[in-house]
């Protein structure tokens, strides 16, 4: 399919940004003048308080401006890659934005240098939405460095991502898998399929087959792995934080006990309830004995399940209704003034993301295919362009864009009340047997999966600040024992299981995983509230959304009245799992 085979009303509407190229240069022109007076402004700006209320409101404007642009022509190029005139616009917003980043660069040290200056100015009323992200800027001066070594520093910037980049970008050619005589090709997308093969032998081969590639490699591997760690020490240390964990943190203005909160629940608490769904699967499986390469077959057939995009939007709205009319009426909105691009067609980029800016709407690019996945994708989309409308609507710039961890909830949110509706009305109990399954079998990646990964990386990051040696079999051996108390005694591990961890990018990410875990439980415990009649939880969460990133990532939640360093959500959050294990049991024993 071309895109201008494609009915209008399912494409995303561009204009509404620029109707034509003289509203873009204009827009071009004049984002390049107020660099201009930015630059200017470096040794005058910080020395009294109305000359600083206007380099901010200026900035604003500077960065505003730029993401409306970057967005017009990120989203076009992704659309209509083939389009030149589009590519060399992308080309020319790119390099200026590059180019700003040097020349404006100076903005945070000169504001540190004159933080007690500047904090006198905040307390004056014009500058009570910038307090909180001045704050932070300021709270830097304790880590920064002198001149002289900061600039040291920088110059080794390029060579410290030297490991994520080996590790990107290193291929294997695997062994095949044979099926029937028949020799299949293996690689990591083939290999998702043959782990849900119902021949064991064609698991155990794909397994092996897979990560004895990474077993040979190991010391490669166990090279780029420790670099990253103790690329993480080295900074954590001149920088003056206490550990790697405690400067990854510092940077999402989060305390270090969240990370350890969300372990201690997902690894030590409840990790039992995982192992019950092991056994489950054990049994149901009918296998004298699981391997962790059983883990992955269906337990339900594939659902057959289609629908449409305009039935998608009912469904979506019936899904979404507990959250109230307000909210349904952004849904419709992004329909009627069509933020979002549905279907997919020749040299469109791939995927799905939600994407705008403060200037523009907040579109959508989907590659929408009338199934289930499909589906819930878009109401994931959904859940992060209405939560950015509702920011964008009632904070001022500064305070519009939110971090990772606040971000993930609102998608999700829609994700479980989707899915919530999809099992209680479903057709059959095969098909609300399916629904159950893919539910459980998220929860499993986003509980359970991320804390085990956590723990193993914040243990990589110790060893690597106390200058311990991480050898290929130090980091094997460790992640076979945490990988066994992960699944539990009923599972057997592979001999390969150790290796396994050389495939996984996230421990390149410095502490990113359990933002996800902490994401799906926040959503859980909001909508397990909503769902139980908590009147109070749905205005609150509502008002969480419209707060975007005003505050730090633990103030918002507790907006949306959930502490995510209380145990109160973790013990909502699974024992939402733990009762879908339930339902999914007697629904496994009804359509036997
Ligand atoms: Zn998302």
Redesign the pocket.
Known sequence: MQRKDISIQYTFDLTTIYPDNQSFTADFDKVSRLKEDLKQAKDSFTINSDNFYAFLKNQDEYSKLLEKLYTYCHLACDVEPENQELQSLMAKVMAFANQGNVELNFIDLKIIEASETINGYLSEDRFASYRYAIKEIIKFKEHLLSEENEQLIAQFDAISSLSSKVFDSIRFDYEPVEINGKKEFLNAATLTRFLKNKDRNVRKQAYHNFFQEYRKFENTFATTLAGIMKKDAIYAKIRKFDSPLGASVYHDDVPEDLFFKILEMANVKYRPLFHQYNSLKKELLDLDELCNYDLNIPLVNTSDYKVKVDDAFEIIKTALAPLGKDYLKIIEKSKDERWIDFYPHEKKRAGAY?GGSYLTKPFILMNYVDDYNSLSTLI??L??SVHSYLSNSNQEYINSSYRIFV??VA?TVNETLLINHMIANAKTPEQKAYFIYEQLENCVGLLFRQPMYGEFEYLLHQKAAADEPLSSKTITELYAKLSQEYFGEEVKLDGLTGHSCYYIPHFYYNFYVYKYTLGMTVALAIVKRILDGDKGQVASYLEFLKSGGSMSPVDLLKIAHVDPLDDGIYNDAFSYFENLLQQFKETMHEKK
């Open positions: 939600s994931h989309e859940g992060h971000a993930e998608s």
